[in-house]
């Protein structure tokens, strides 16, 4: 009699291990072919930087359009942003994940011009070549 509890036992776990395997495996593909896509355009900062939003669903969110070579209309969204997490405010009867999603596509589309104006920063001072800033001791 022991030795049937032992084998059922036995056998759980191992199918139990056996579909944890399985899942992680599956994950790790996705996650694989994914990465595989990021480095396919290089040009975007990282295709999911804040909290799993791509710059196109940002843009969807706020109904903005995206920065064009790293310029956008920030003041077109902010107003957006106001507004929309004004009206999501779950105290007025809103919700609070719509409130989020709203915040996140802001701080999305910030990080990307951001990133770009620290790149054509950076491009400016390359052009300009390196003119470090002398300070005379009096």
């Given amino acids: 009699m022991a030795h049937r ?3 059922q036992v036995v056998l759980t776990g191992s199918r139990v291990l056996g579909r944890a395997f399985a899942e992680a495996y599956r994950q790790a593909a996705a996650s694989q072919k ?15 930087a804040s909290s799993g939003l791509t710059l196109d669903e ?6 903005v359009k995206p920065p064009q070579g790293g310029k956008a209309n920030m003041e077109d969204v902010m107003e957006r942003f106001k507004r929309l997490f004004d009206v999501n405010d779950p105290g007025k009867g809103g919700s609070f994940y719509l409130q989020s999603k709203v ?3 802001r701080e999305r589309i910030e990080l990307e011009v951001r990133e ?11 052009k300009e070549g390196w003119k470090p800033k002398v300070y005379k001791e009096r």
Avoid at 34 to 45: D, E, I, L, M, T
Avoid at 58 to 63: D, P, Q, S
Avoid at 116 to 126: F, M, Q, V
């Fill in 58 to 63: 940002a843009c969807k969110i706020l109904n």
């Fill in 34 to 48: 994914y990465a595989q896509q990021a480095a396919k355009n290089p040009g975007s900062v990282s295709n999911l």
């Fill in 5 to 7: 509890i032992i084998t």
């Fill in 103 to 105: 915040l996140r596509a």
């Fill in 116 to 126: 770009a104006e620290r790149t054509s920063a950076r491009d400016e001072e390359l």
